[in-house]
Structures are given as C-alpha cells and as structure tokens.
C-alpha cells in the first residue's frame, strides 16, 4: 500500500524543520505506525552513512533513528556538500557524481526529478507514512521555477503541508503571511497548517496574534511549540554553529576548543561532549584559544587542502604543533587526522593544486587522494591505549572521506577496524604518538559512546587532578526523541494534526507531559 505523507516547510533556513520532522517521525512511531523521512535535496557538511554505504545528510539519518528504521538512500537522494560559494559536490544515491557549480547544477535538475520520484516511490512502498521535509523557503521567488525540494514534492507526493515560523528570530508573523502571499493559489490550498516555533514566554501574550494569523491566512494553527533547550540532537548545518552561545570554562571545568574550519564538517561528532557535566566546548578562531584548552580538535573539512592552508595562515597550526612537542592533548578526525600526517600526496591533483603538501607532521601517516570517496559503517577495537580508552575497547562509527591514509613504519595505529558495512576484515585506522596524548582517527561518531567519552574526559581531568563530577548521565539520543516527541504531542493539536493526515490514532502514550 502507497504510504501516507505530510511535508514540513518553513518560512526561511533555520527555522527547525528538521527537527520536527524528527519529531513527527518518532511520534508517529510511538502512534504505532511505520516511518520513514525522506528530504529531495540537501545541503549540508554533516552526512552520515546509510546501510550499505551510501551517503546521506546527517538529518535524514538522525529522522530514521527517531522512526526506528535502518537509513537509506532513498531518504536523501541527491545530497550537496559545498567546496565554496558557487561549488559543491553533487552525491546521488549515496555516491558522488562530480563538483558541479551552481549553474550546471540547475542544467541536470530535470534528470534529477525522476530520481527524486523514484527514490520516493520505494520509500513509500516500504512504510505508513513519509515525513518529508522541505528546505529554505517555498517562497524563493527566484528559484521557484528550479525548486525540486519544496512545492515539487509536495505535489509529486500529494502530500498536505505544514508551514513552520520561527518566532525567537522575530517577525514570525509577517513571515508566515508574506510567504502564503508569494505562494500560488495552487500552492496555497497545500498548506494544511500553521506551525510556530521556539516560542519563549506566556502564550497567552501570542493570542491575538495568533487569531490574526488564521483570519489573514485562512489556514489553522496547529500550535505554538516552544523553544526546547540542551536538545542532545544533531545539528545540520553551520548556521547552528553561528547561533551556538558558548561559554568559558569555569573553575574545575574541562574547556576542549574545537577549531571552526572554513569548511568544518560533521562537528556533530562533539555534539555529546557538550551535555557532559564540567565540560565546556568552544569553537576555535584564534591560537590563543587552543593554547589554554585542555585539548584541541582538528574536525572534518570538507575541503582539506584549503582548510590546511588556513590553518598555517592563522596561526593555528603553530600552536597545535607546540601542543604535540608538549604532548598536550591533540585529537584529529577525519580530515583533522590528514592535516596531522606527515604528507599528503595527491597525483591527480583532486583537492590540492600540487602533487605533495606537508602536514602537521605530529602523526606517522601519510594520506594519498583517490577519486573514490570512503562511506561505511564500522566495527572495530581500540589498538592501543589513548585519549578513547584501553586497548581491545570496542568501539562503532563511520568513514566518510576521500584518500587512502598509510600508516608509516613503526606507527601505532588508534582502531583496528574489523568490519565494514558488515563485511569483515583487519585494518589499521590512524595513529597515536606522545603517549597517546596526540591521537588521529578517520572514524566519525566515537563519541556517541559513553565509555569512549567518559575515557576521554578521565584522561584530561588526571591531567590535572580534576575529579569526576556528580552528575547525571548525559541522556540517550533516543530519550531525547522521545523528549522532543512529548514537546510535539502536547504542544500541536492532535486531532487536527490526525485530521489533516487522514488518519484515525489514539494519541501515543508518551510519559509525563507536564515538563515538555
């Protein structure tokens, strides 16, 4: 049977689309039906890998979390890594398929739409409902005529939409009335429902507010959600980097600085670290920054050539090599854990515009650039002692990169991987050096493990005779969906929500509302 849909679309970027659409995705799970999410198109630098090794954005795979259901690719078929402001890597089904400027790009959107209906169509023959999401805003009168995410879909999929504002940036109001005005009719009578979001304060100060919106509109309210703080689920984009309100470390805390890359990618990696009790996580800019941390992080980039550059014009790689001759703790990932080798040699010039750059030099690894891209599911188990832990620890993640990187002789790798998208085998992954202080991995998603976490954060605070606080543990990301799905339930209109679906369902029982 063709599953159900609804679509979620907002009034701009931002306004928190993905995240209720994860919502909705485990409520309707809760409700007791089968889910899936799926978004046409998306721009991110924070991916994921789905079963079998295909590549897609991070929201769609936090969503299929959420609905209890393995991700595919088929929930994000065409996905768009930016290089730059007019480039990004196009991947389709998974698998890239060339950099493409923005122009090209919209030359190949027709072919496109058939693998968007496509991709689809299987979906929904595998579930009760779709959850789908929108992007930026229906309401781009430029692009509309090249818009394959938004109203595209919603037709394709005769799905209802709920259109979602975001009162914490202000104007909430004129952004849902001036997007309906630059809908056409034919859009219009799609939307369903108003959503506003991340409300603050006394709803009952909205009332009239909200009153004209239904007069002005002709649509309803389907509710106010309000703004749901220290919400432990991933961010999508960088935009949610700009907005972070970071804080210094106070006395007997932990301060990591994370270094803001120009192209940083899946930073969700420290996402978990920041719910720790006495840990403070800090975006880096600047050297002095990543002096007085007690560790800094190389993350992903998504460009590593240019990101390496800036690094060295920055001032920022002098002050991680002086940290590595200190043995001060070092964490590189990914693309963090190449800029720390010793070379990087790309013969058919992919990422670099000569053949051979040298690296931080504090890791006994070399990395050549491939064209094919790595995208996998790992198993593996700690090689040696280090900032994750003991030796023989198991640990879980994914690979998402470009190049081979070689241990050198005598290097001691962090993991040894022992299957890949189920598939086993025995190799080396990264490096450590100075005891363990300085560590590299290409493996994302090692700190979704509690004991990985609580080994990494033991580590720093013996190096200064700090002591474990009494705190509650960091919650699950599935309590926190459930979380977020209690915020929805209490929050939305329940019977009008099932109205507008065409479905018959008892609300499901989700604990206490009370504090959502």
Request: net charge negative.
């Amino acid at each position: 049977m063709t599953a159900r849909t609804v679509m979620i679309q907002g009034t701009g970027s931002s306004v928190g689309k993905s995240l209720i659409a994860t919502g909705l995705c485990r409520l309707f799970r809760r409700a007791g039906l089968t889910v899936a999410p799926f978004k046409a198109q998306n721009m991110a630098l924070n991916s994921a890998v789905a079963d079998g090794g295909g590549e897609i954005g991070r929201a769609q795979a936090v969503q299929a979390e959420a609905a209890e259901i393995a991700p595919s690719v088929e929930m994000n078929p065409i996905l768009l890594k930016p290089e730059g402001n007019t480039c990004s890597q196009v991947v389709v089904l998974g698998r890239p398929v060339g950099s493409m400027s923005a122009c090209e790009y919209h030359a190949r959107k027709q072919e496109l739409t058939g693998v968007i209906a496509d991709a689809l169509e299987k979906l929904r023959d595998r579930v009760d409902l779709v959850v789908i999401e929108g992007a930026g805003s229906p309401a781009e009168v430029n692009l509309k005529d090249r818009d394959i995410v938004n109203m595209h879909v919603a037709h394709l999929a005769d799905a209802p939409v709920l259109l979602v504002g975001d009162i914490d940036r202000g104007g909430v109001f004129a952004s849902l009335v001036g997007t309906m005005e630059l809908l056409d009719a034919e859009e219009r009578v799609r939307v369903a429902a108003l959503v506003v979001n991340k409300f603050r304060g006394d709803r009952r100060l909205l009332e009239p507010g909200l009153e004209f919106l239904e007069r002005r509109t002709g649509v309803p309210l389907l509710g106010v959600l309000p703004h749901l703080p220290n919400l432990r689920i991933a961010d999508e984009d960088s935009v949610s980097l700009d907005e972070r309100r970071e804080r210094q470390a106070g006395p007997g805390e932990l301060e990591i600085a994370v270094v803001r890359l120009p192209h940083i990618s899946n930073w969700d990696d420290f996402e978990s670290l920041e719910h720790e009790a006495g840990v403070a996580v800090r975006y880096a800019t600047s050297p002095d920054e990543l002096a007085r941390a007690d560790l800094a992080v190389l993350p992903g980039s998504k460009c590593t050539a240019r990101d390496l550059a800036w690094l060295r014009e920055s001032g920022m790689a002098a002050s991680i090599a002086a940290r590595g001759a200190q043995a001060r703790p070092v964490l590189g990932v990914c693309g963090g854990c190449q800029m720390l080798g010793q070379q990087l040699f790309d013969p058919e010039r992919i990422e670099f515009s000569s053949q051979r750059v040298e690296g931080l030099g504090l890791l006994p690894l070399r990395t050549r650039f491939l064209r094919d891209k790595t995208t996998a599911q790992i198993c593996a188990r700690l090689a040696t002692t280090s900032l994750f832990g003991k030796r023989d620890a198991p640990v879980s993640g994914y690979e998402i990169h470009m190049g081979l990187v070689e241990q050198l002789p005598a290097a001691v790798p962090s993991l040894q991987i022992l299957s890949r998208n189920g598939v086993p085998c025995r190799e080396p992954d990264g490096a450590v050096a100075a005891g363990g202080a300085v560590t590299g991995t290409m493996v994302h998603g090692l700190f979704e493990s509690e004991q990985v976490r609580s080994a990494l954060l033991d580590w720093l605070r013996s190096s200064r005779g700090l002591c474990r606080p009494d705190a509650p543990a960091v919650p699950t990301r599935d309590a926190e969906y459930d979380r977020l799905a209690r915020s929805l339930l209490c929050h939305l209109d329940w019977r009008l929500l099932c109205q507008i679906l065409g479905l018959a369902l008892a609300p499901p029982l989700l604990g206490d509302l009370a504090g959502s």
